[in-house]
């Protein structure tokens, strides 16, 4: 059913999604770029742009008790726990339920829940353990926090290598898992076992900070990296719950049991600052958790930094180090080579020790420089190229894309090398020669000044070539 109200001389399109089995009337996308889903203890999601308005409603079967909700972008679906049941709901992008997850022994509850970039769910039951699922929904394993008491939420460190959950039984903190070592229990993260806290909802920022909401003082709490306690980042909320941080930064939290009608949905900036405000509780009910929903980010080295900020994208290096604060990660350009400012330098660039590079050049994407390689002044290199250890490229050599040249070769000033060409180890080129096109040149190759080597030439090892000579 879709819904046309007039107001202020716009339109606000409101969709009422049925779902469960039924057919919808209209057939829409309900996953675009920053939409908030925000699920209510009533039988439905509420789907929201960044402004605040309404735009959608996913209704879930019928006296159910939606908890919490997270994205699988592997798939492309939205994740609602149950409360009622014990069950997760899979709802794809038209807000059908594609697929009802039950674990392998009855749950009371789930309440909060958790997607890694791989599509593996994480569902924090009230009996005491994490559920965790496969991407195609089968159960894998449990992770048990000590005690059983109920678990609220779960989220992921940044790196996906830590899982964090909260709990509403003993009141100590959050509890913590290395995912890299078989799950092994960390105890309580940093300072929140220092405080005698209701900890709900969590998230990180792409910093590391962690956000908390403490139902007990009704605050979000600030922790650093490390997970030091750094400060209250805001108070004055009521039995606060639901919490994320979007990609900008900003601090998306609700006030759940706030029955008086003032805002339930708070935007607030890095500072603590409210930003937006809107629903009330006729509309939102009590809303446990949130997700943003992001189109699906890369992350080509799997080491949990996505590309976008990954200062070394196809070397994996969660520490993202930079010991010399040249903007490129010392996995990928050793921290020992300079990087002159007027360098024209492509994305996903390796260079290793010891290069040695000159100004007014310009180095393709996705090429690897091996050791001690010197490149002068004025010198271009094509994108996806490879240069082994030892080479040197003399000034204003140009080398197309796609082209391999080997460990010590030695190349003369104004050579013009063409695309996909093959140069094999300790040749040497003298000045102005122009190598072709997917010309093959072999190893220990002697190659003349002035020489003109054409389009799919192939040249055997230990070859030379006069000066001024001609290869077809």
């Not at 002068?376 to 040249?405: C, V, Y």
Request: charged share 15%; proline share 4%; hydrophobic share 35%.
């Amino acid at each position: 059913m879709l819904s046309i109200i007039r107001k202020s001389n716009y339109f606000i399109f409101i969709l009422s999604m049925i779902v469960s089995g039924a057919i919808h009337a209209e057939v829409v996308n309900l996953f675009q770029t920053g939409r908030l889903f925000v699920p209510s203890t009533t039988s439905k999601v509420n789907v929201y742009e960044q402004s605040g308005n309404l735009v959608a409603t996913i209704s879930l079967p019928q006296n159910s008790q939606s908890g919490d909700v997270a994205f699988n972008y592997v798939r492309n679906i939205l994740y609602v726990t149950n409360r009622t049941d014990g069950t997760i709901h899979l709802v794809d992008n038209t807000g059908i339920i594609i697929q009802t997850i039950t674990p392998p022994t009855p749950v009371s509850q789930f309440i909060g829940i958790e997607v890694d970039i791989n599509g593996n769910a994480y569902a924090a039951a009230t009996d005491g353990n994490v559920y965790v699922f496969s991407n195609n929904g089968d159960f894998q394993r449990l992770i048990s926090v000590p005690n059983h008491p109920v678990l609220l939420f779960v989220t992921l460190s940044p790196d996906q290598t830590k899982l964090f959950v909260s709990e509403s039984t003993y009141n100590k903190g959050l509890h913590y898992f290395d995912l890299t070592s078989s799950d092994a229990y960390l105890g309580f993260y940093g300072d929140t076992q220092a405080y005698s806290s209701l900890y709900a909802q969590f998230a990180f920022s792409d910093d590391g900070k962690l956000y908390i909401t403490d139902v007990n003082t009704d605050n979000i709490d600030l922790y650093s990296a490390d997970g030091s306690f750094s400060e209250t980042f805001y108070s004055g909320l009521v039995d606060a719950w639901g919490l994320e941080v979007s990609l900008d930064g900003t601090v998306w939290v609700g006030n759940t049991n706030d029955f008086s009608g003032s805002p339930k949905i708070l935007q607030l900036d890095q500072n603590g600052s409210i930003l937006t405000q809107f629903g009330d509780f006729s509309v939102l009910g009590q809303n446990p958790g949130m997700a943003f929903y992001f189109p699906p980010i890369s992350d080509l080295d799997n080491d949990g930094i996505i590309d976008d900020i990954d200062n070394c994208p196809t070397v994996a290096n969660p520490d993202q180090l930079d010991i010399n604060n040249d903007g490129f990660g010392d996995a990928c350009v050793d921290p020992n080579v300079v990087v002159p400012d007027d360098l024209d330098i492509g994305e996903n660039v390796i260079i290793a020790e010891g290069v040695e590079l000159s100004k007014d050049s310009a180095i393709g994407d996705n090429t690897v420089i091996g050791e001690n390689v010197s490149i002068s002044k004025g010198s271009n290199i094509g994108e996806e190229t490879d240069i082994g250890a030892n080479s040197t490229l003399q000034k204003d050599t140009e080398i197309g894309g796609f082209t391999t040249i080997g460990e010590g070769v030695f190349i003369a000033k104004g050579v013009t090398i063409g695309t996909g060409v093959y140069i094999g180890d300790n040749t040497t080129i003298k000045k102005e020669t122009t190598i072709g096109n997917d010309a093959w040149i072999g190893e220990r190759v002697f190659i003349d000044s002035n020489v003109t080597v054409h389009d799919d030439a192939v040249i055997t090892d230990d070859t030379v070539l006069p000066k001024g000579a001609v290869v077809n």
